[in-house]
């Protein structure tokens, strides 16, 4: 088993940062992706960006430019860096993990962003 846990959201002004950390934690697992997803009120669950094991990232168009993804293999940690936010960036973020065993995907608590004056 996985466990995902994200740290790092809170309350900004537009045009601020923030920076969204997860770390994963457990026994008998390797990650071949790792991501962030985010999810407003009344709204599906979407991808904002991902990380391949090999280190390919891949955004959502409306984040290109302003977030950006790292990861660390060793120590099965990923990164969200949240520059120039919007308000329309307001939404819990999720870690997500993928593995090629069974249950194959995890999930962490969520975080809150709020992008707010």
């Known amino acids: 088993q996985v466990q995902l846990v994200e740290s790092g959201g809170g309350l900004v002004q537009p045009g601020g940062s923030l920076r969204l950390s997860c770390a994963a934690s457990?026994?008998?697992?390797?990650?071949?992706?790792m991501g962030w997803y985010r999810q407003a009120p009344g709204k599906q669950r979407d991808l904002v960006a991902t990380i391949t094991r090999g280190g390919t990232t891949n955004y959502v168009d409306s984040v290109k430019g302003r977030f950006t993804i790292s990861g660390d293999n060793a120590k099965n940690t990923v990164s969200l860096q949240m520059n120039s936010l919007k308000p329309e960036d307001t939404a819990v973020y999720y870690c997500?993990?993928?593995?090629?065993?069974?249950?194959?995907?995890?999930w962490g608590q969520g975080t809150q962003v709020t992008v707010s004056s």
């Open positions: 997500n993990a993928k593995t090629r065993r069974a249950p194959y995907n995890y």
């Open positions: 457990g026994s008998g697992f390797i990650i071949y992706v």
